[in-house]
């Protein structure tokens, strides 16, 4: 008996704890194996053909304004035509050029429009459909479908609202008779608030969208438990919700200032950024390819708008980068 409680003790033989090692050995290398030619040539497509594109139509053509920001060339004959100049196409463009300063002005005044009507307006909208009112599907689709549509038919559209005879807003307020029609987009003192209104119409969807998503990645706990704290609902979401899509607010802000300084579709659509409707993007463009081509110019024109623009980007991925650390 005892012989047999013995042997019944004997432990198990070090050959299966091998088995078991080279098993687990096994699985690994079938978890890491290799990787394959194709493996290495999928991969470089993947990896080579973005930073190719990127290279050739982003990197490329911004290194090369940069340079020719300092010269002075009309587009006309080759590289013995470029004359470099220095910083003379700067001191011009703030002493000189007399549309710089109202551009800024406007694309200003454009971002301030966009901050306090189209931003909250969209916030306003997202916060009703998140209540999943009857029709929200119906609605959500409506006030989004602006962001689709190309800004070209966005133009032809309030193109169609604000002509001075045929146009809706004209027959509505009953100013169609010759003489006391409302010229919206020919004034300078209209055409600006008549082409913000035609952005903000686009600019209301696409921040109702971002604003949305965010509302239903809220956990509900935290309204609940405002609600049993006896929070009204303005002071739910002001005090509650609101402070914790942080995140959403900051990319809602930088895409904001973007759209905001490179306006450009609308206003060049309407009149070619002239006659009181001047922006940054529309001097780029008119001093490039207009009448009396000026590359170098618009080229400086191009280096200041991409600094300002640049600069929300580069603050918006530090305080990303700061936050995934912490």
Do not use: C
């Not at 047999?4 to 078991?20: D, F, K, L, R």
């Not at 009149?271 to 110019?297: A, D």
């Amino acid at each position: 008996m005892i012989e047999h409680g013995a042997s019944s003790a004997t432990p198990v033989p070090p050959a299966s704890a091998g088995g078991t090692g080279s098993s687990g050995r096994g699985a690994s290398r079938r978890r890491y194996r290799p990787l394959t030619e194709r493996d290495r040539l999928t991969l470089g497509l993947m990896v080579g053909v973005p930073t190719a594109i990127v290279t050739v139509f982003i990197l490329l053509p911004t290194a090369a304004s940069i340079v020719l920001s300092f010269t002075s060339w009309n587009g006309i004959g080759g590289l013995e035509n470029i004359k470099f100049i220095g910083l003379k196409n700067y001191t011009d463009l703030i002493s000189i050029y007399k549309p710089f300063w109202p551009a800024v002005i406007h694309n200003l005044t454009w971002l301030v429009f966009f901050l306090l009507i189209a931003t909250p307006l969209g916030m306003f909208l997202a916060v009703l459909l998140d209540k999943n009112i009857r029709g929200t599907r119906i609605y959500q689709s409506a006030l989004y479908m602006p962001v689709v549509l190309s800004l070209a038919i966005v133009g032809f559209i309030w193109q169609l609202i604000y002509a001075p005879e045929q146009g809706l807003l004209n027959n509505l307020l009953g100013r169609t008779a010759q003489g006391n029609q409302i010229s919206w987009l020919g004034d300078p003192s209209l055409n600006l608030w008549a082409v913000l209104v035609a952005a903000s119409w686009r600019q209301v969807g696409y921040v109702m969208v971002l604003y949305l998503a965010g509302l239903k990645s809220v956990d509900p706990a935290l309204r609940e438990a405002a609600s049993i704290d006896g929070a009204s609902e303005a002071q739910s979401f002001f005090r509650v919700v609101f402070p914790v899509m942080r995140p959403i607010n900051i990319v809602i802000l930088v895409i904001t200032v973007i759209e905001s300084l490179r306006a450009f579709d609308l206003a060049f659509i309407i009149n070619k950024g002239l006659n009181g409707l001047e922006l940054l993007s529309t001097l780029v463009t008119n001093n490039i390819i207009g009448e009396t081509s000026r590359i170098g110019f618009g080229s400086a024109i191009a280096v200041v708008l991409l600094m300002v623009s640049v600069g929300p980007i580069v603050v918006y991925l530090v305080r990303a980068l700061r936050e995934d650390r912490q």
